[in-house]
C-alpha cells in the first residue's frame, strides 16, 4: 500500500489524467506552444536551482559525475543497439535512432522522480543534475555514429549506397551540443552557481513555489501525448515493446551501480542517476534523429521513447530504482 | 487595367527540424524572399500536433522566376532522397511588380 501512495503525488496523477483524457477521448487540448513554455520553465527553474547548490558542491565529485554521465551517455546507446538488433525486428538505422533515445535522458522523468522523493521527504545530491546536462549530447552522437556505420556496411554488402546525411557530421556534433534545451540547462545552472545568494532567494518565488504546479501542468500534456501514442503501439509491435521496457531496467540497474558504488551517493541521489540511466530522451534526441537519420521511421523510437518507457518509469520505474537504491545503500 | 507577370510558387510542407536547411538552399538559389508559416495536419509521417519540439511542420512559400526553379526542385529533390519527408507542389501566379522577385536576398 505505501508503494502505491508514493504514487498519489499531483504530478504522476496529473499524468494519468492526460492519458484518461486521451482514451475518453475528451477534447482537452493545450494551446499551441505551452507545452515548450513549460518545459523551458522547467529547464531554467532546475537549473538555477540546482546552480546555486553546486555553487557549494566539491569540484571532484562534480567531476567524478560528469566523467560517469558521459561515460554512460556513450555506452547505454551501444548496449541498446546491440539489444535492439538482436531483436531483429528493426533495420540498424532505425536501431540507431531509437538507441540514440534510450542513451539520452528525459527531463520530465527526472523531474517526476524529484517530486517523488521530495514527497517522501529523502535528501538527494545535485550532482545528478549536472549529469542530466551532460547526459543529453553524447546519445545523439553516438546514434550518428552507428548510422554512418551501418549505411557504411549497407553499402560495402552490395546494397545501393544509402544518401543518408553522412557529409553532416561535424554540424550535427555541434548540434548535439549546442541544443536548445542543453544551453539553457547548462546556462541557467551556471548562472545559479555564480549569482550572489541574495539575488538567488528573489527568484525563489519563481524557481521553488510554483515549480511543482508548473510541472504538474507539463506532465498532464505529456500524459496526452503519451496516451496518443498508445495507439500506434500496433505498428512497434510486441518484441520492441519489450525493448521498452527492457532497456529502462538494465539502464536503471547500471545507474544505481555508478550511483552508488562508483560516485558514493545516498539514496536519494542514487535513485536520480539510475532514473537518468533509465529515461529515454523525447526533447533533444527526436528533432537530432530527425535530422541525421531521416530514413529511420519516428513512429518507432516516438512510440517507444513516450508511449512505453516515459510511463513505465513515471508509475513503476521510479519506486523500483528507489527500491534497488535503498538495496545498494543498505549493502554498503 | 493592371500589367501581371507570370512567376512560380513552389511550396513546401515538411518537418520544422528542417527550416534551417529550407532557408539556405532558397537563398542560395537565388530567390527574392520566402514564407514560413507553422503547419499542423496528418500524413504519411502520421499526425503532426504542433505542440511539441519534434511535433511540428511548417509550410514554406516561395516566389521565383521560372528559370531559377529547376535548381531548387534539384535541392528538394536530394533531401528526399537522403530519406525526409517533404512535400513539394509548384503553381503558376501572377504577381505585380515582378522587379521585386528579381532581386535575390541579400546572403
Known amino acids: ?332 | 487595367m493592371h500589367q501581371l507577370h507570370p512567376e512560380k510558387l513552389i511550396t513546401v510542407v515538411t518537418s520544422e527540424v528542417l527550416e534551417d536547411r529550407l532557408v539556405a538552399l532558397v537563398r542560395n538559389r537565388g530567390a527574392s524572399g520566402y514564407t514560413l508559416l507553422r503547419a499542423r495536419g496528418a500524413g504519411s509521417e502520421g499526425r503532426q500536433s504542433g505542440m511539441l519540439w519534434f511535433d511540428s511542420n511548417l509550410l514554406l512559400k516561395v516566389i521565383l522566376p521560372p528559370e531559377r526553379l529547376p535548381g531548387l526542385l534539384d535541392d528538394f529533390s536530394a533531401l528526399i532522397a537522403k530519406g525526409h519527408h517533404l512535400t513539394v507542389f509548384v503553381s503558376d501566379v501572377a504577381v505585380l511588380s515582378h522587379e521585386k522577385f528579381e532581386r535575390p536576398l541579400a546572403p
Not at chain 1, 66 to 84: N, T
Not at chain 1, 164 to 174: D, K
Not at chain 1, 212 to 222: K, Q, R, T, Y
Request: hydrophobic share 55%; proline share 5%.
Open chain 1, 1 to 332: 500500500m505505501s508503494q502505491i501512495s508514493n504514487l498519489l503525488i499531483p504530478a504522476v496523477l496529473f499524468f494519468a489524467l492526460g492519458i484518461l483524457a486521451r482514451l475518453i477521448k475528451s477534447d482537452l487540448r493545450f494551446p499551441p506552444d505551452l507545452a515548450k513554455i513549460l518545459s523551458i520553465y522547467l529547464l531554467v527553474s532546475i537549473g538555477l536551482h540546482g546552480g546555486f547548490e553546486l555553487g557549494k558542491a566539491e569540484l571532484g565529485t562534480a567531476l567524478a559525475s560528469v566523467l560517469w554521465a558521459l561515460a554512460l551517455g556513450f555506452l547505454l546507446p551501444l548496449a541498446g543497439f546491440a539489444l535492439l538488433i538482436a531483436t531483429r525486428r528493426v533495420d540498424p538505422l532505425n536501431a540507431a535512432a531509437i538507441a540514440a533515445h534510450y542513451g539520452s535522458v528525459s527531463a520530465g522523468t527526472f523531474l517526476t522522480a524529484i517530486a517523488y522523493l521530495g514527497n517522501q521527504g529523502i535528501e538527494y545530491e545535485r550532482y545528478p543534475l549536472i549529469m542530466l546536462a551532460v547526459m543529453e549530447s553524447p546519445a545523439i552522437v553516438v546514434g550518428l555514429l552507428l548510422a554512418t556505420w551501418s549505411r557504411g556496411r549497407a553499402a560495402t554488402a552490395g546494397g545501393a549506397p544509402s544518401a543518408g546525411g553522412n557529409a553532416h557530421l561535424g554540424e550535427i556534433v555541434r548540434e548535439a551540443f549546442t541544443n536548445g534545451s542543453v544551453v539553457l540547462l547548462i546556462g541557467s545552472l551556471l548562472i545559479g552557481a555564480l549569482a550572489s545568494e541574495k539575488s538567488v532567494e528573489a527568484l525563489h518565488p519563481f524557481t521553488t513555489d510554483i515549480f511543482m504546479g508548473m510541472l504538474c501542468l507539463f506532465l498532464l500534456e505529456m500524459g496526452m501525448e503519451a496516451g496518443h501514442r498508445f495507439g500506434d503501439f500496433r505498428r512497434v509491435g510486441l518484441v520492441l515493446g519489450a525493448f521498452g521496457l527492457l532497456m529502462p531496467l538494465l539502464g536503471g540497474l547500471v545507474g544505481v551501480v555508478v550511483g552508488h558504488f562508483a560516485l558514493g551517493f545516498g539514496v536519494g541521489g542514487t535513485t536520480l542517476v539510475a532514473v537518468l540511466g533509465a529515461s529515454a530522451s523525447y526533447i533533444a534526441v527526436p528533432p537530432a534523429m530527425r535530422l541525421a537519420i531521416p530514413e529511420a521511421n519516428p513512429s518507432f523510437y516516438l512510440t517507444l521513447a513516450l508511449g512505453v518507457t516515459f510511463p513505465f518509469n513515471v508509475v513503476v520505474g521510479i519506486p523500483l530504482y528507489h527500491r534497488l537504491a535503498e538495496a545498494a545503500v543498505g549493502a554498503g
